[in-house]
């Protein structure tokens, strides 16, 4: 029931029965609670306390499985490569490792992440748009398997230390399409005036030069248009721009054998209008069919972001006249995402009496002394009182890999359940591990 709401939340707000429903991996045991497959919630929180991370390693290969049978049905020649800035625990990088996906990095840190879950660098994408003289050196000895280039000085740069060390480098050349991915303008990356990419006009001519310098062989074309892309129309766009590029470099005798073609498939956090990776798979046929090219497809938050959540525990819950604030031990530094892309994450709470209880509006809110430290506003959740824990729904990408340790707050514990077995993967964070690489002067002792 919905009782006392002075302003309602909006009328398309699922309800927690709803969130539970359209989220398979969740489940709510009349005594156990809530379960994340076949391992009760409440039994991670006994153990580790709160906040937690929980991430199912059944739900990641799952939807691997699942958007690599699209690709196959579509007929592709496709290779995935997960996005490690969505997730970079090893225990996650393990679980795709073990699986077959190679990996998409973009940096030093997250390719010696990759390589030590067992990912080898032959099945490795370098991408970003910063990567210094001391990264480019070290994708060149290594081997991997092939350097998105973004710009003309790093292509350049790139040539003069591969021929340097007697290498050749496989690469591709990042395009931006300036096609506007419809998404957060945070996280929108293929339009003109975007920092990411060589400008599509420019692309055909710096290929050239490309296939002429020395140490560096081009082997296609990258783009990438966004994150969180519910709909495939800026695919659609992106794809042909691709397509049209391909056909006009092997017209003027070039060589383009792959196109690796990004990620951003988005999810239903909320209940948007999600697409499948069918249609992603059917879009990606349309448009590359005829061209007999090897596909790379780089997904991070479709395939880790339902497989995980954040639990917490109430502080305390605050009345103010028809306002209340449930304040969680969970805060921004823990999921930012809320506080820098006004995101929308479900919230439903573990305990099963909470579950069915009378709802009424809350905003909830962290510990952290900033105003901008809120999970939701006005939502509809059951009378909570300290001690209840709450799961935060859909957290398994860029949450862990985006926390800090703003207001001396630890970093979280975290573990993965697999079936109905489950273990730590962190441990939480002690606070003298704060300060234990820092240095007083002497001068100051």
């Known amino acids: 029931m919905t009782a006392n709401i002075p302003n309602p939340p909006p009328p398309d707000d699922p309800s927690i029965a709803e969130l539970i429903a359209a989220r398979p991996p969740l489940a709510t045991h009349p005594m156990d609670g809530l379960m994340l497959d076949g391992v009760a919630l409440n039994a991670i929180a006994d153990a580790l306390g709160t906040p937690t991370w929980v ?28 996005a490690v800035k969505a997730n970079d625990h090893l225990a996650v990088l393990r ?22 879950a067992g990912i080898p660098s032959s099945r490795t994408v370098f991408s970003g748009v910063g990567k210094s003289t001391a990264e480019l050196r070290l994708a060149a000895a290594e081997g991997i398997g092939q350097i998105n280039v973004e710009s003309a000085e790093e292509l350049h740069a790139l040539s003069a230390i591969a021929a340097g060390m007697g290498l050749t480098a496989r690469i591709a050349l990042r395009v931006n ?7 957060h303008s945070k996280i929108t990356t293929g339009r003109a005036g975007d920092k990411f990419g060589i400008p599509y006009h420019h692309a055909a001519a710096l290929y050239a030069t490309a296939a002429a310098l020395p140490g ?24 042909a721009r691709l397509a049209t590029l391909v056909r006009d470099l092997r017209a003027a005798g070039h060589t383009v054998s792959s196109v690796d073609c990004g990620g951003g498939l988005g999810i239903a956090y909320r209940n948007e209008p999600a697409t499948t990776p069918a249609a992603l798979a059917g879009t990606l046929r349309d448009a590359f069919q005829d061209l007999d090219l090897e596909l790379i497809i780089e997904p991070g938050r479709w395939l880790v972001s339902p497989a995980g959540v954040l639990l917490a525990a109430v502080v305390l819950v605050k009345q103010d006249n028809d306002a209340r604030f449930v304040v969680l031990d969970a805060g921004m530094n823990d999921l930012i995402r809320p506080a820098m892309y006004e995101a929308w994450h479900g919230i439903v709470p573990v305990s099963p009496v909470d579950a069915v209880a009378d709802v009424s509006p809350a905003d909830v809110v962290g510990p952290v002394c900033e105003s901008s430290d809120t999970f939701a506003r006005n939502r509809l959740l059951p009378p909570l009182v300290a001690g209840a824990r709450v799961a935060i729904l859909d957290a ?19 573990a993965m359940v697999d079936g109905e077995r489950w273990s730590a993967i962190r441990d939480r964070q002690p606070h003298a591990a704060l300060w234990r690489d820092e240095r007083v002067p002497g001068w100051l002792t």
Not at 59 to 78: F, I, P, S, V
Not at 220 to 239: K, N
């Open 396 to 414: 398994g990408a860029y949450g862990a890999v985006m926390s800090s340790t703003y207001n001396a707050r630890p970093l979280a514990a975290a």
């Open 55 to 82: 991430y199912s390693a059944a739900t990641m290969r799952a939807r691997l499985n699942e958007l690599a049978a699209a690709l196959r049905g579509a007929g592709l020649n496709a290779q995935i490569r997960y």
């Open 95 to 116: 679980v795709f490792a073990r699986a077959g996906a190679g990996a998409d990095v973009v940096s030093e840190g997250e390719f010696l992440r990759a390589r030590e």
């Open 177 to 183: 399409p300036d096609v506007d991915a419809g998404t």
């Open 216 to 239: 560096l062989r081009p082997a296609g074309l990258a783009v990438h248009i966004g994150s969180q892309v519910l709909s495939l129309a800026p695919y659609r766009a992106a794809y």
